[in-house]
């Protein structure tokens, strides 16, 4: 039987309460996520042959659980139990448990982390024979500890982490469930936690390959981690900032191309040009912005944009979030948005509800690119979703009759008055 996402969720709230007071609530996830993280495997895979992680001797959560009311518990999880972990499955940094500023010091250290440890030996949450029913555990945990405390922290992690119905929407309408590649490559240029990666994923039986850039080292730790939980091992997970230094190349100065490309990047980011600029000048490598123009220095969504587009195979396809702003702003993305309409690279425009997304309540679109028959394309076809939402607390949230008209329509494409037409070109 699964275990019950009431009974994660309730494990993972009286995490939070244990760590309440130390530290400000968009960290709690790091020590709440790894400590599940380290629960899972171990529950999944500790003396397992050919396991797709390996757990080193020693290292487990039971070793842990014996760490319990030492006076040396927080460097000995640091050591014992995540350092070899870590290393032997090449993740990078993981949140310290040893940082008596976050997390108290001498005895009341010893309490907090013992308590922490404890909660998680619940009998309810034994992994061994099941996963959490639902598709994506850290993922799913993830959000939940975003709604619970997005208005407590005052600062927006959300763009580490796409809302599943969006996901959703994305790996449905991007056409990998049809393609007849045998073998598909899929790529997130901001991946955050991986979740739209995984997403993409499970929308095919074909066997994936998954590649993911992300520019926070504990968020793309977090990505490798959910990559393990969802049965990809070998998902290739990097980090470093993708516009200024893309990992994923063919040889210097030319990306590495997929057949999908999926982005959830950080809206109208400022500080895009960071590690691009030359002499009060922007100097591409790659030719991302050639035939196209260079985005405003202060506004990032349109980098990203050919971003994708430059990293999609020449019949790839791509869908990007990115603020409904994209669609009417003028100047150089007034130019840039021309030159992309007249070569046909956009297939479909879906206009979303505001106040979807964590961290921000302005309104955003999925645009959906296509390279194949570019030259022949004759529209795009467009849809007005923006009116079909519940809501959730002080959110928006997509239900699964929103998620399925828009998927349905837009595969179909068929035309419904006020709702979604083909525009022609």
Known sequence: MAIKKSQLY??????????RGGMDASQYKDYVLVLLFVKYISDKYDGVPY????IPEGA????????????????????????PIAKENKLSEMPDFNNADKLGSGKDM??????????????????????????????????????????????????FYTPAEVSRIIAKTIGIASSS???????????????????????????????GQELDSA??????????????PGADIRRENTLASPLFLEEPNRLKTFDFVVANPPFSFKSWTNGLMDDKSIQDNYGRFQDFGIPPAKNGDYAFLLH???????????ACILPHGVLFRGNAEGEIRMNLIRRGYIKGIIGLPANLFYGTGIPACIILLDKENAEYRKGIFMIEASRGFMKDGNKNRLRAQDIHRIVDVFNKQTQIPRYSRMVSL
């Open 219 to 232: 968020t793309a730790s977090l990505a490798k981690m959910n990559m393990i939980l969802h049965g990809h």
């Open 51 to 54: 396991a797709p992680i390996t």
């Open 110 to 159: 010893v309490n907090r982390l013992t308590n922490l440890v404890a909660i998680f030996e619940n009998p309810l949450l034994d992994f061994s024979k099941n996963r959490a029913e639902g598709d994506d555990i850290l993922g799913d945990a993830y959000e939940y500890l975003m709604r619970h405390f997005a208005t407590e922290s005052g600062k927006s992690k959300g763009q």
């Open 60 to 83: 487990s959560f039971k070793d842990m659980v014996k760490l319990k009311g030492k006076v040396t518990i927080g460097d000995d999880i640091n050591k014992k139990i995540l350092g």
């Open 181 to 211: 590649i045998s073998n598909p490559t899929v790529y997130d240029p901001t991946c955050g936690s991986g979740s739209l990666l995984l997403k993409v994923a499970d929308e095919t039986e074909k066997k994936v390959a998954l590649y």
């Open 308 to 318: 994708i587009l430059k990293s999609l195979k020449s019949k790839g396809k791509g």
């Open 10 to 19: 309730s494990s993972i709230w009286k995490s939070c309460d244990e760590l």
